[in-house]
């Protein structure tokens, strides 16, 4: 069964300080693994899409990173107005739906 | 450039009761998905419409069912509703470009007393 768990289920950082969350996935031909920023009350803000193993794409404080059983979503130097909840989500085989992580609710405090 | 709207924002319904959700997908896009979120837990697939046909379904009872108009707007009916059934439901569309990524709506917040 494809499966998707995200780590930790929540991280609290300083403002500045890099850490990294974690999306491990089980599937069965890998078409694509996304990255979402989900704010309370909104609907999730697409990120990132990964393809294949290796594959790095960076956007503003943000790295994500894929190999054939994870990704990573680096986050440098953050700041309070980063804290939100990150999904990861992939998609698979023929399938057209995502299944998705349940999340890392991240708060950076000033 | 509007992105994808949802009505209406927030719901309450009794246990019973039928329920109706719209959305208009962003411009230029064809295919549209939902999805339900319950608090603290990640997106789960309701099904998803394309070309007026729904296309693919996930694990949903049959009182889960929709619509696609022609100009790519979207209904999500919900019948006999249970208290199960309270949850965020998020409307995403995307073109058919291979791996299009999905643009979500800021959902509709249904609650079922």
């Known amino acids: 069964e494809d499966q998707v768990t995200q780590s930790p289920e929540a991280l609290r950082l300083q403002e500045g300080e890099s850490s990294s969350l974690n999306c491990s996935y089980t599937?069965?031909?890998?078409?694509?693994l996304f990255w979402y920023r989900q704010d309370p009350g909104k609907g999730p803000e697409f990120l990132f899409t990964?393809?294949?193993?290796?594959e790095e794409k960076e956007k503003e404080r943000l790295k994500a990173t894929l190999t054939k059983k994870e990704s990573f979503l680096h986050i440098t130097a953050p700041k309070p107005e980063d804290s939100a909840t990150y999904l990861c989500?992939?998609?698979?085989?023929?399938?057209?739906?995502?299944?998705w992580g349940a999340g890392t609710k991240l708060i950076i405090k000033p | 450039d509007a992105g994808v709207t949802q009505s209406p924002t927030h719901l309450i319904k009794t246990r019973g009761q039928q329920v109706t959700l719209r959305c208009s997908p962003k411009?230029?896009?064809?295919?549209v998905s939902w999805y339900q979120q319950a608090l603290g837990q990640g997106p789960q697939f309701i099904f998803q419409?394309?070309?007026?046909?729904?296309?693919q379904r996930g694990n949903f009872p049959d009182r889960f069912s929709g619509h696609q108009f022609p100009n790519y707007s979207s209904e999500l009916n919900v019948n006999a509703l249970l208290l199960g059934d309270s949850a965020l439901y998020l409307c995403?569309?995307?073109?058919?470009?291979?791996?299009?990524?999905?643009?979500f709506g800021n959902g509709t917040r249904l609650t079922v007393t």
């Open positions: 995403a569309s995307s073109s058919t470009a291979y791996n299009s990524p999905l643009h």
């Open positions: 411009s230029g896009h064809d295919t």
């Open positions: 419409y394309y070309e007026e046909e729904e296309r």
């Open positions: 599937v069965s031909g890998l078409r694509g």
């Open positions: 990964l393809y294949s193993a290796g």
């Open positions: 989500a992939v998609q698979a085989g023929s399938n057209y739906q995502l299944i």
